[in-house]
């Protein structure tokens, strides 16, 4: 039971030293760990309880970076989650969102120091989203929920602190991006229609696992007074063909669908495949609208040529491209078009099990 | 005694610390000798050096051979700085001109000049902390490259030729005796 006293400050007991935590926060700061929030200062008992929770060994490398002769194991790995604000039991997510970021060809190259600076779209399915109280809800992108915003924040940390990708320094973001290592979505495997997400990324069975790609953007699409699924599909064609984002002569996008949207789809009788081929077959510019744009170098063909004025160029190819993902609040129709940096490595990791 | 706070870099485990990394000998000069041109598929990066070649065909009768780079984000492997190292006597690189490609420019330097080859890298100016930063990294602080003025990917095909003509002096002076600084920045 908490007594107020007249001075308004909580008394018991076991209240912890607030003087002594800002001293500690400062430290973190003036080492030059921060992101600039503030960070858990982390100690051997805590360290402990984080490697507590997973069977690898705490030297065990989980990801590197050849060009900048830096890598990362498990217990860099889990001083970064546990200073991100992660509870100990989050830390199988944070690896398994790791390991999946790093299949992406884009983090392994120069996509952390990149001029775009990118930033990763983490997706976790399964049990584990109810277990650690993931929000499956409203409010998808965040923020609210601390799993949903630590495990991300993270990921963000072991690449700045166990990489030394600074900001100005090896980090060269022109502009970034709102939400740079705050997005973290978990399935709203319970309003989708359509198989859960790591099922496209090849895990299986309704296990828990971790998606993750990285991104460049996103936009929404609030399409909510038509009956007619065609039309909603017309008004993301229309978001998911921004010129402005294209660069190469294909390009990725994420559609997280609200599962208003999601369910008007497969009323229809639309599969996630339906909804890909649809964007695969429609997205692209003729060589004209390229070039009025001074982007005529961006429709190359497979022959090395470029599309012609006339000649419609496509910037969807493959099913990989469009991953399609459901979350969000059945409350309003409103979806969002995820501009991916790169391409999704099109596979998915299980969160793993202490041995 | 209350416990530590730990350290979240890792770098006590990990392999940062890098050895010094040696710098080429440079050349008594360039007549007559075997020029390699990295290019880096940047816009522009091969008309740029495209002219740097011509230019040094004409002024010092050096024989040019073009290769390009298989990732403009990453140094190139090991067995491409081989075959650079055995076919060339002195390698210009670049155009680095973004955040990954500039810092992999100068990180190909540093490899090349370990492996006995002078090397002049141009990255544009914009990126000269991330291109000090990775050579520090690459146990080179202060490695020396050569900088032009930020954007070049946007240049027409003459001003491409202008800024490879600007540049040149300051890449035969980072190749040859006695080795000046053309950078613009200061050493420290």
């Known amino acids: ?355 | 005694m209350p416990n530590a706070i730990l350290d979240p870099t890792g770098t006590v485990t990990n392999s940062a610390a890098k050895p010094a990394a040696p710098r080429a000998p440079r050349l008594a000069s360039l007549d007559g000798k075997r020029v390699g041109l990295l290019i880096n598929t940047k816009q522009n990066a091969r008309p740029f050096l495209d002219e740097v070649g011509r230019l040094l065909e004409d002024r010092y009768g050096v024989t040019v051979t073009k290769r390009t780079k298989l990732n403009f984000a990453v140094p190139e492997p090991e067995n491409v700085i081989k075959e650079l190292v055995a076919e060339n006597d002195v390698i210009i690189t670049g155009v680095g001109d973004c955040g990954s490609c500039s810092a992999a420019a100068t990180a190909d330097g540093v490899v090349l000049e370990a492996a006995g080859v002078p090397v002049a890298a141009i990255i544009t100016d914009s990126f000269i902390p991330t291109a000090d930063a990775m050579a520090a990294l690459r146990g080179a602080p202060g490695y020396k490259y050569a900088t032009t003025a930020h954007p070049v990917a946007v240049l027409t095909e003459d001003k491409v030729k202008e800024r490879a003509a600007q540049v040149l002096d300051d890449l035969v002076a980072l190749l040859v005796e006695p080795a000046t600084a053309p950078n613009t920045k200061d050493e420290a």
Request: charged share 20%; proline share 7%; with cysteine.
């Open chain 1, 1 to 355: 039971m908490t007594a107020v006293n007249t001075e308004g400050a909580a008394a018991t007991a076991a209240a912890p030293d607030p003087d002594e935590a800002q001293r500690a926060i400062e430290y973190c700061y003036e080492q030059g760990w921060s992101d600039g929030l503030p960070l858990v200062p982390v100690s051997k008992p805590l360290l402990d309880a984080f490697l507590a929770t997973t069977g690898k060994d705490p030297d065990e490398i989980i990801g590197a970076l050849e060009q900048v002769g830096r890598d990362v194991n498990v217990r860099t790995a889990a001083i970064n989650a546990a200073m991100a604000g992660c509870k100990p039991e989050y830390f199988p997510v944070v690896l398994a969102a790791f390991e999946a970021l790093m299949r992406e060809r884009a983090a392994r190259g120069g996509g952390f120091q990149s001029t775009s600076g990118p930033s990763p779209l983490i997706v976790v399915n399964g049990p584990v989203r109810k277990e650690l109280g993931f929000n499956t809800a409203g409010g998808a992108f965040g923020p609210g929920f601390r799993p949903n915003a630590t495990i991300p924040r993270a990921v963000g940390l072991i690449v700045r602190n166990a990489f030394g990708i600074h900001p100005h320094v090896l980090e060269q973001a022109t502009q970034g991006l709102p939400g740079r290592w705050q997005v973290c979505i978990a399935e709203n495997e319970e309003e989708s229609p359509w198989e859960p997400f790591a099922e496209n990324g090849g895990v299986t069975g309704g296990v828990s696992a971790v998606s993750a790609t990285l991104t460049r953007t996103m936009e929404f699409v609030d399409n909510r007074h038509t009956p007619n699924h065609e039309d909603v599909l017309r008004d993301i064609e229309d978001t998911v063909n921004r010129m402005g984002s294209l660069i190469f002569p294909q390009t990725s996008v994420a559609l997280v669908l609200c599962p208003e949207h999601a369910q008007m789809f497969a009323a229809a009788g639309l599969s996630k495949a339906d909804v890909q081929n649809w964007m695969i077959n429609k997205c692209g510019h003729t060589g004209r609208e390229f070039k009025l744009a001074g982007k005529e170098n961006v429709p190359r063909k497979p022959d090395g040529t470029f599309a012609t004025d006339e000649e419609f160029h496509r910037i969807l190819s493959a099913p990989q491209q469009v991953p399609v993902i459901v979350a969000g609040a059945k409350n309003a129709a409103i979806s969002m078009v995820v501009r991916i940096f790169g391409e999704w490595s099109g596979s998915s990791v299980p969160v793993g099990e202490k041995k």
